[in-house]
């Protein structure tokens, strides 16, 4: 079946720590992985996506095809990253519309 | 760019009546998604149009749920007759092919 899991709800960190939100797939074939953000009364919007392998507002993604994971990550988080993040699979490279998301993590930063 | 136009954000409605979406995609943009969002739930694609033919409507409820793009432009979905489950958030979304897909603010639907 094809799935992106996200196993955490809610994730609280302080200002300065380090951020990891989690998201693993079940996919038959080499999907592209994305991650988008929902900020605070805003529409839906993308964050990276593992093709490009760049890193956006300091957060950077690498695809572990081994652990099937797509784990999103911040070395120091700001209070202006708190929103909710969605991890989401496309399988194919030319209709990236296509998504299956994952239930979404809020991510709280705290002062 | 303009982004992706819909209308209206909110609504509300009683089981059993009918309830219509409209959606302006991002000018020149040949995709078209519908998503719903279950509170608690990431998006679920609903439809797809090219221009205006239905690529994937796999996931449609098609016995309530019925959506148009005419003239490869806007688009509406309908629901009729809406039930409880049914309450959630419709998003509409936009793409010209493997570029960046752009999501609008949604509907908020609320059956009761």
């Known amino acids: 079946a094809q799935r992106v899991t996200q196993p955490e709800k809610l994730l609280s960190v302080f200002k300065g720590a380090p951020v990891e939100l989690k998201c693993n797939y079940s996919?038959?074939?080499?999907?592209?992985l994305f991650w988008y953000v929902q900020y605070s009364r805003q529409r839906l919007q993308l964050l990276l996506r593992h093709i490009s392998r760049e890193s956006i507002k300091g957060f950077t993604a690498d695809l572990n095809k081994g652990e099937t994971s797509f784990h999103l990550k911040k070395p120091f988080a700001q209070e202006e990253d708190s929103a909710m993040y969605y991890c989401?699979?496309?399988?194919?490279?030319?209709?990236?519309?296509?998504?299956?998301f994952g239930q979404g993590t809020t991510l709280q930063v705290k002062p | 760019e303009a982004g992706v136009a819909q209308s209206p954000r909110y609504k509300i409605i009683e089981k059993r009546q009918s309830v219509a979406f409209w959606c302006n995609p991002i000018s020149g943009h040949a995709t078209l998604y519908w998503y719903q969002q279950i509170l608690g739930q990431g998006p679920k694609l609903l439809i797809q149009?090219?221009?205006?033919?239905?690529?994937?409507d796999s996931q449609l409820p098609k016995d309530r749920f019925s959506a148009e793009r005419l003239k490869g432009v806007d688009s509406t979905l309908k629901i009729q007759p809406a039930k409880l489950e049914d309450s959630a958030v419709y998003l509409c979304?936009?793409?010209?092919?493997?570029?960046?897909?752009?999501f609008g603010q949604g509907t908020r639907l609320t059956v009761v």
């Open positions: 149009f090219q221009n205006n033919g239905v690529v994937d």
């Open positions: 996919y038959s074939g080499s999907p592209e």
């Open positions: 989401a699979l496309s399988g194919s490279s030319s209709n990236t519309g296509k998504l299956i």
């Open positions: 979304a936009s793409s010209r092919t493997d570029i960046t897909t752009f």
